[in-house]
């Protein structure tokens, strides 16, 4: 059973920085590429970033390229989502997802390409 629990949500104003934090157990976690999405009110679950296995490679939407950064730490079975320049428009439930595909580099973007989510972290940027 796969267990991923998110932290480090807040209030922010615009300009500020928040660090998320997301613990994944229940498998091997070196072994499997993370992705972190958000979802705002009305609308859909969108992809945020995501880093590959050995944590060599990230991969960022647009909207966040620049600003978002993602890390890991095997060690620690940690995956992290440093956000700063943050703007209203970032406001959401931030949600990482994980997914164990064997060796390889892979780039996955879409929510159906990950089965292994946590309970979300919420993120509300004032301006």
């Known amino acids: 059973q796969v267990q991923l629990v998110e932290s480090g949500g807040g209030s922010v104003q615009a300009g500020g920085s928040l660090r998320l934090s997301c613990v994944a157990n229940?498998?091997?976690?070196?072994?499997?590429?993370m992705g972190w999405f958000r979802q705002a009110p009305g609308k859909e679950r969108e992809f945020v970033g995501g880093?590959?296995?050995?944590?060599?490679?990230?991969y960022y939407a647009d909207s966040v390229k620049g600003r978002f950064t993602i890390s890991r730490d095997n060690a620690k079975n940690t995956v992290y989502l440093q956000m700063s320049s943050l703007k209203p428009d970032d406001t959401a439930v931030y949600y990482c997802?994980?997914?164990?595909?064997?060796?390889?580099?892979?780039?996955?973007?879409?929510?159906?390409?990950?089965?292994?989510w946590g309970q979300g972290t919420q993120v509300t940027v004032s301006s």
């Open positions: 880093i590959t296995n050995s944590g060599i490679r990230t």
């Open positions: 997802a994980a997914e164990w595909l064997g060796s390889g580099i892979y780039y996955l973007r879409a929510p159906s390409d990950f089965h292994s």
């Open positions: 229940g498998r091997p976690f070196s072994t499997c590429t």
